[in-house]
Nanobody
Framework: QVQLMESGGGSVQPGGSLRLSCAAS????????MGWYRQAPGNQRDLVAR???????DYVDSVKGRFTISRDNARNTVYLQMNSLKPEETAVYLC?????????????WGQGTQVTVSS
């Protein structure tokens, strides 16, 4: 069973930085995609950044130039370095991975880690 263990959330002042980590266990092969979504209370879950096993990256426009996604395929771990954080980015950040399972892509989600940006 694939399990995702997130860490690195917390509280920070506007303009501050946090680094999120997510380690996937129970995977048979390198995840096709690893990434992060976020969800604020009352809002939908939105993509923040994702990274394919080959190295291509996607970011939501609002975080470009401030957030950096990276991954360690040997450890099945994905990271999200978040700089210049804004109060409106307060949310639960959820890790997700896509792995091949019996020839079909399957998504797995972490439980989320709270990020609070406030003065």
């Amino acid at each position: 069973q694939v399990q995702l263990m997130e860490s690195g959330g917390g509280s920070v002042q506007p303009g501050g930085s946090l680094r999120l980590s997510c380690a996937a266990s129970g995977v048979m092969f390198t995840p096709i995609i690893m990434g992060w979504y976020r969800q604020a209370p009352g809002n939908q879950r939105d993509l923040v950044a994702r990274m394919a096993s080959g190295g291509s990256k996607d970011y939501v426009d609002s975080v470009k130039g401030r957030f950096t996604i990276s991954r360690d395929n040997a450890r099945n771990t994905v990271y999200l370095q978040m700089n210049s954080l804004k109060p409106e980015e307060t949310a639960v950040y959820l890790c997700y991975v896509v792995v091949m399972d019996d020839g079909e892509p399957r998504e797995y989600w972490g439980q989320g880690t709270q990020v609070t940006v406030s003065s």
